[in-house]
């Protein structure tokens, strides 16, 4: 203790003083009293209001979890009721009921041609390889690889994304793919000629694959044209959504998807 004092005594002597020099200052002078109050009250205010906002937002990312999860389930239910209202034989078997798993895309590789989306949920949550991913705006991508607490998506903004859509009233659909530079534009193979396509008709998947329900919205047609000589459309398709904006989306967990792979590979063997 004495070799503290020694070696710190000073010190310790010069901030007793500078503290009971600052107390006098302001019990015995009212402008500095009023000074040193106001900018106590600030201080006090920027430490609460800080507060205040950590709290708030950490409450808001809760509530917002909270109502994706509710988005979720009413997304699965709608989509559930139209697959048994197209029915016509009125089926109510719930043992195929779409469901939708929340989740969060937090790490998105968006500047080559082949681009990643890693989600926060994994075998642990349901997530499995095959299944779709979409958000409110459209399809997103398709779950390539899973751990017990992440998932991997190829995004539609790869190379290999192969998607089957459908233009919407006529008919016709065809393979969706991403060829350009353009992150919002995307290349639909496949129309015939035939059918009259025009400037803002609706693109949605067309459900022929078990991967994404039918309907579900994609873009719309920004131009389209036969080259001389060929039977098929070059159409391009304007995505409805940013994909450097994709945030909250929804794994697609179709019972029936299983299934119908199962007995798919049974016919190739």
């Not at 992440?150 to 008919?171: C, E, F, P, Q, W």
């Amino acid at each position: 203790m004495s070799q503290l004092l020694i070696r710190y005594g000073t010190l310790l002597l010069f901030l007793l003083l500078e503290s009971a020099c600052f107390y006098m200052v302001i019990r015995y002078n009212s402008d500095q009293r009023s000074i040193f109050t106001s900018s106590a009250k600030r201080f006090s205010t920027g430490i609460q209001e800080r507060y205040y906002n950590v709290s708030s937002y950490i409450g808001l990312r809760e509530k917002m979890d909270h109502m994706q999860a509710e988005k979720a389930a009413l997304k699965a239910e709608l989509e559930t009721l139209r697959v048994q209202y197209a029915d016509v034989s009125g089926s109510q078997d719930t043992s195929f009921a779409v469901r939708m798993i929340p989740a969060r895309a937090f790490n998105k590789s968006t500047l080559g041609n082949y681009n990643w989306i890693t989600l926060d949920k994994g075998e642990k949550d349901g997530v499995k390889p095959g299944m779709g991913v979409i958000n409110d705006d459209g399809i997103v991508g398709i779950v390539r690889g899973v751990s017990a607490h992440y998932a991997l998506v190829m995004s539609v903004l790869h190379r290999d994304t192969r998607i089957s859509g459908a233009v919407l009233h006529k008919g016709s659909h065809g393979l969706l793919v991403w060829r350009s530079s353009d992150p919002r534009v995307l290349d639909l193979d496949y129309i015939p000629k035939h059918v009259v396509l025009e400037p803002g008709d609706t693109i949605v998947s067309s459900g022929y694959s078990n991967i994404f329900p039918e309907g579900i919205r994609i873009g719309m047609v920004i131009s389209s044209e036969v080259p001389q000589g060929q039977n098929f459309y070059e159409v391009k398709v304007k995505l409805d959504y940013d994909f450097f904006k994709v945030d909250d989306v929804y794994v697609v967990d179709n019972p029936a998807r299983e299934e119908i792979s199962r007995l798919e590979a049974s016919m190739q063997q």
